[in-house]
């Protein structure tokens, strides 16, 4: 299993990564994602939240003439999402 302790000088933050984990009785090979993976999902997500503050930023009427486009902002970004999956 790898070292997990504390190692001030290999990090700046004063704790080395794991370099595999133990799921189960089972030891992975390597890390579960990789760098670009991570930026790539944090990019996805910030889509999504960019997404959601236009869809609740439209104001009802002014940007659609959709009359079954709810007027709370929380309501819309389900409607939206709902209507999107459709």
Known sequence: MADHKTESSSSPLGYQFPETFKIGKKETDGLLVDTNQLRGH???LNAFSMLRAKIEGIKVGEWTEDRYMPKD??????????FAVE
């Not at 902002?73 to 709902?82: C, N, P, Q, S």
């Open 42 to 44: 944090l990019a996805l």
């Open 73 to 82: 902002k929380d309501k819309r970004w389900v409607w939206f999402i709902g």
